[in-house]
């Protein structure tokens, strides 16, 4: 079937210390995958963004690890801060439908 | 420049009568899709329209519609509502090509 889901649906961290939110995807046949942000009140905003054909990318204080082997997506946050905290939706680009799918998010919240 | 605007904010509309929702995508972006979100299932894709033509759709009922006028603007419907139509209904817009999906801060429907 079509599904992107979470391994984790809360995560609490200190404000300073790295998080890591994970994601596992279905469709092996997928070539985009995004990470987005949603605060309270607002639609999802677009975090970073890889294609299949590379297993890393690097963004300000955001990095995205994609094992295509194992068809599993990260988000890393560095140094996450309270305006970090938020829910964190991986999606997948499904070219057959022509659609975003969402995983279920992560709620991130961050001690100050 | 403006992002995706969404009206109204908030809706409440009582079960068995109709809706309509706008979007008006960011300059540019022809390809305008919804999206229903609600803490049970999540983000699921209703439909997308380009060039006035819904060019692919998800796993909603018939009462679920929409369409896209010349100036790129898209409403949808949603007739004969039920308590579970209740939900944040998003629009995201994209230019041709690209997989950058911007999203609109929503539609609150209430369903009572």
Same mark, same amino acid.
Not at chain 2, 23 to 35: A, E, K, L, T
Not at chain 2, 41 to 65: I, V
């Given at each position: 079937?079509?599904?992107v889901?979470?391994?984790?649906?809360?995560?609490?961290v200190?404000?300073?210390?790295?998080?890591?939110?994970?994601?596992?995807?279905?469709?092996?046949?997928?070539? *985009?995958f995004?990470?987005?942000?949603?605060?309270?009140g607002?639609?999802?905003?677009?975090?970073?963004?890889?294609? +299949?054909?590379?297993?890393?990318?690097? &963004?300000?204080?955001?990095?995205?690890?994609?094992?295509?082997?194992?068809k599993?997506?990260?988000?890393?946050?560095?140094? @996450?801060?309270?305006?970090?905290?938020?829910?964190?939706?991986?999606?997948?680009?499904?070219n057959?439908?022509?659609k975003?799918? #969402?995983?279920?998010?992560t709620?991130?919240?961050?001690?100050? | 420049?403006?992002?995706? @605007?969404?009206?109204?904010?908030?809706?409440?509309? @009582?079960?068995?009568?109709?809706?309509?929702?706008?979007?008006?995508?960011?300059?540019?972006?022809?390809s305008? +899709?919804? *999206?229903?979100? @609600?803490?049970?299932?999540?983000?699921?894709?209703?439909?997308e *329209?380009?060039?006035?033509?819904?060019r692919?759709?998800?796993?909603?009922?018939g009462?679920?519609?929409?369409?896209?006028?010349?100036?790129?603007?898209?409403?949808?419907?949603?007739?004969?509502?039920?308590? &579970?139509?209740?939900?944040? *209904?998003?629009?995201?817009?994209?230019?041709? &090509?690209?997989? &950058?999906?911007? #999203?609109?801060?929503?539609?609150?429907?209430?369903?009572?």
């Amino acid at each position: 079937g079509e599904s992107v889901g979470l391994h984790l649906p809360t995560l609490s961290v200190q404000e300073g210390d790295n998080s890591i939110i994970n994601c596992a995807y279905s469709n092996s046949a997928s070539d *985009y995958f995004i990470w987005y942000k949603q605060e309270s009140g607002k639609g999802p905003q677009f975090i970073i963004d890889i294609r +299949s054909n590379m297993d890393k990318r690097q &963004g300000q204080r955001v990095t995205v690890l994609l094992n295509k082997t194992v068809k599993h997506l990260s988000l890393q946050i560095a140094a @996450t801060q309270p305006g970090d905290s938020a829910v964190y939706f991986c999606a997948e680009f499904y070219n057959q439908g022509g659609k975003l799918i #969402f995983g279920q998010g992560t709620e991130l919240s961050v001690k100050p | 420049k403006a992002g995706v @605007t969404q009206t109204p904010r908030y809706l409440i509309k @009582t079960r068995g009568q109709q809706v309509t929702l706008s979007c008006s995508p960011i300059s540019g972006h022809r390809s305008v +899709s919804w *999206y229903q979100q @609600t803490p049970g299932q999540g983000l699921q894709f209703l439909f997308e *329209y380009f060039s006035e033509t819904q060019r692919n759709k998800g796993n909603f009922p018939g009462r679920f519609s929409g369409r896209q006028f010349s100036n790129s603007r898209s409403e949808m419907n949603v007739s004969t509502l039920e308590l &579970g139509d209740s939900a944040l *209904y998003l629009c995201a817009s994209k230019r041709e &090509g690209s997989y &950058g999906y911007t #999203f609109g801060s929503g539609t609150r429907l209430t369903v009572v």
